[in-house]
């Protein structure tokens, strides 16, 4: 049996690799949605949205879906939710929000293709989690495609240097995401009123 370093290990032991946006991703998370819905129980779930680079039309990006899911309890998420996907082959994280010990603890699963290949990570949070920012992020990039061209020339960059190194990776999207993130909470604020 794998122990959790050994887990740890396989996961980080990925390369990333950028893909020319794809139309069939939104059809992807749809799908996957769908599964969601009929296998885990329908009380715990609130909503289901497609975000990360596969949500954002003409962005290059890991060809991994995204998915954030509201859960009304992350404890009965444990419980109930994490033994239905493990045994059907999700790798489960009790991950931190950020680096490597901070909270608040979420839900994280990878699922995998037919040959092993990552293919969808979902992210299961409570309602008052921070990840919901990452809707105000993507549906600003959706707005501003100038920002699209500008992340995508980021994500790039990040991809040829850091290509077997996916957290150095992650960590060099981190400040471009924090300002756009920024941008957006004022840009809809403003727009609200």
Not at 43 to 52: A, Q, Y
Not at 96 to 112: C, L, N, V
Not at 136 to 145: G, Q, S, T, V
Request: aromatic share 12%; net charge negative.
């Amino acid at each position: 049996m794998e122990s959790f370093a050994e887990k740890i290990a396989r996961v980080l032991d990925e390369s990333v690799d950028i893909e020319p946006y794809n139309l069939q991703w939104p059809i992807v998370f749809e799908l996957e949605k769908r599964h969601v819905l009929d296998c885990l129980p329908k009380d715990l779930l609130v909503r289901i949205e497609h975000f990360g680079s596969t949500a954002i039309p003409n962005l290059a990006a890991k060809p991994i879906i995204d998915i954030l899911v509201e859960v009304k309890s992350l404890v009965r998420t444990k419980k109930e939710i994490v033994p239905i996907l493990e045994s059907q082959g999700y790798d489960y994280f009790w991950r931190p929000t950020a680096g490597d010990s901070t909270p608040p603890f979420y839900a994280w699963f990878i699922k995998r293709d037919k040959i092993g290949v990552r293919s969808h990570h979902i992210h299961m949070v409570e309602k008052d989690f921070i990840h919901w920012e990452r809707l105000l992020f993507r549906d600003y990039l959706r707005e501003h495609p100038e920002l699209v061209r500008e992340y995508q020339a980021l994500k790039i960059d990040l991809a040829t240097k850091f290509q077997n190194d996916r957290i150095a990776y992650t960590n060099g999207k981190t400040e471009f995401i924090v300002r756009i993130t920024r941008e957006a909470k004022a840009f809809y604020e403003l727009d609200s009123k």
